[in-house]
T-cell receptor, first 114, second 113 residues
Framework: KAGVTQTPRYLIKTRGQQVTLSCSPISGHRSVSWYQQTPGQGLQFLFEYFSETQRNKGNFPGRFSGRQFSNSRSEMNVSTLELGDSALYLC?????????????FGSGTRLTVV | GESVGLHLPTLSVQEGDNSIINCAYSNSASDYFIWYKQESGKGPQFIIDIRSNMDKRQGQRVTVLLNKTVKHLSLQIAATQPGDSAVYFCAENSGGSNYKLTFGKGTLLTVNP
């Protein structure tokens, strides 16, 4: 079956702009989590959605937001981009209880802010 | 606060040897642990997981050991192959209404032919 699909794979944005990233989970998975990966900070949790509701949120500024649609697809938005937002943004999907199916990651969206 | 850390940032082994990657965690409430492998240009790939009611779990060529007394996790890879070269992360979850994973910094495993 298809894995977690993230689009686009690469993005280059200018400081101050905003960006929207998309994630389509594995069919049947209703939970979508987002992570930011940088060389300095590693993998850091952004937020998690289940059935269109945000269940958990990480320690990121309000410029980072997300949402989930009724078909479980999710988007995350970063407004007023800063150079430090350059990172690999990863999406992971899971069932209701990720301890049953684990977390499956997509290949990520590489965002470069110039 | 909770954190998950790795003892060794890099590990170099010969093909055919066994590899051991270690991880320390500080959140005593953590009850679920996962090892991920990440190859260049790809997202983390699930390797094996273990719950806190177990101290050992085996998969294909991999074994995870959990020592809750000292809050230590290890991943053993038997007969390491060049295709095992990647960055390995441990991650933990504290259960309940918490669905986030806290990741360690990662260990780069290099397998020499």
């Amino acid at each position: 079956k298809a894995g977690v699909t993230q689009t686009p794979r690469y993005l280059i944005k200018t400081r101050g702009q905003q960006v929207t990233l998309s994630c389509s989970p594995i069919s049947g998975h209703r939970s979508v989590s987002w992570y930011q990966q940088t060389p300095g900070q590693g993998l850091q949790f952004l937020f998690e959605y289940f059935s269109e509701t945000q269940r958990n949120k990480g320690n990121f500024p309000g410029r980072f937001s997300g949402r989930q649609f009724s078909n479980s697809r999710s988007e995350m938005n970063v407004s007023t981009l800063e150079l430090g937002d350059s990172a690999l943004y990863l999406c992971a999907s899971s069932s209701v209880d990720p301890r049953t199916t684990g977390y499956t990651f997509g290949s990520g969206t590489r965002l470069t802010v110039v | 606060g909770e954190s998950v850390g790795l003892h060794l940032p890099t590990l170099s082994v010969q093909e055919g040897d066994n590899s051991i990657i270690n991880c320390a965690y500080s959140n005593s409430a953590s009850d679920y642990f996962i090892w991920y492998k990440q190859e260049s240009g790809k997202g983390p790939q699930f390797i094996i997981d273990i719950r806190s009611n177990m101290d050992k779990r085996q998969g294909q060529r991999v074994t995870v050991l959990l020592n809750k007394t000292v809050k230590h996790l290890s991943l053993q890879i038997a007969a390491t192959q060049p295709g095992d070269s990647a960055v390995y992360f441990c991650a933990e979850n504290s259960g309940g209404s918490n669905y986030k994973l806290t990741f360690g910094k990662g260990t780069l495993l290099t397998v020499n032919p």
